[in-house]
């Protein structure tokens, strides 16, 4: 009698198991998605919206006056080329547009684009909130690629990520944007890479504010903004102070308003004009191995907003027609080492905080 009772029971729990592991399946199987091609016939947003994860998004040639924003995670965006690799695909804002394209879902991609007269972003990467379709300020965005895109003339800025982890930033031409063409913001870690760009006639070429560990700057040009490049501290976003990111192997030249005159026609910031590269309030920062020219201070580290700018390191870069190669304004200790200068000048590089180190 037991026994019988015991085959019941094990009989009855076989076929509850079957039917949970046919319903599971048939659950999976209802939402499966094999990744599709969509192609743009009416609005891209119309189309973006349809996108299920890991479609992508075809925009053909044209001129698309319209603000897209990217909201289901694994989307690509992605843009026509003509055989030199400029962008075919072009969003124009019309001076009336908030963001040309802005992506607040994880793991997104958006390439060969041209972007330009929006009123804040050509691109806008965040996990803080887009159009209003996300809320909670403590989300952070993960995973995005922003490749093959020329961003000008978006008012503030030309690619902004804030509050993003994971990116990567690849053959970006941005200018004419009186904050900065490039913006990192409120990130640790951020794990993001910047290389194969380049930034000119904007306020700042490469702004990062309290965007710190994992970023990393490379293989780029940055000339005729106010100032080149400029890791910094402030209270003005979370997660201060900025630290430990890496600027490597890149051209920095002649930034200043004297190489540009269309830059006295843009707003004025609080920022010194004619600055390679600015390190304000930050710490742990390393750059290496670039050709920082053309500037009245080479690089400059400071202190910012009441965070003192310490163990930062420049090394290895090659400084040519600097009115000063390098100027420390800060008691906090720094070390600036291994660098070359034109014939004829020599300076003393001590890993210590001296007066020598402005290089007077």
Known sequence: MESAKVKKIIG???VVAVVAVAASFSIRTLFKHDPITLTVESTIQETVDQAKQGDTVVVPAGVYEESVEILTPNIT???????????LSKLDGGDTKLFGIIGTADDVVIENFEITNFTNSGIMITGAGGFGSYEGEDRVQSGYAIRNIVSKDNNQYGIYAFQAEGGVIDNVTASGHWDSGIYIGQCNPCNVTTTNSQAFGNDIGFYATNASVGVIVE???FEE????????????ERLAPQRESIIRNNVIRNNGEQYNPDLEAM????NPDGIGVMVSGSQG???ENNE??????????RDNDGYVAEGNRVEGNSFEGNDLPFKIETQGSNCVTNNSY????????????????SGE
Do not use: F, W
Request: glycine fraction near 10%.
């Open 225 to 236: 903004n106010r100032i080149g490049m400029a890791p910094n501290s402030q209270e003005i």
């Open 12 to 14: 009855i729990t076989v």
């Open 292 to 301: 920082i020219s053309g500037h009245i201070v080479g690089v400059l580290i």
């Open 77 to 87: 965006l992605r843009g026509e080329l003509d055989d030199e690799g400029n962008p």
């Open 285 to 287: 920062n390393i750059v």
């Open 219 to 221: 293989d780029s040009v």
């Open 342 to 357: 034109e014939p004829g000048i020599t300076i003393e590089e001590p890993c210590a905080l001296l007066d020598s180190l």
């Open 267 to 270: 707003p004025q910031s609080n």
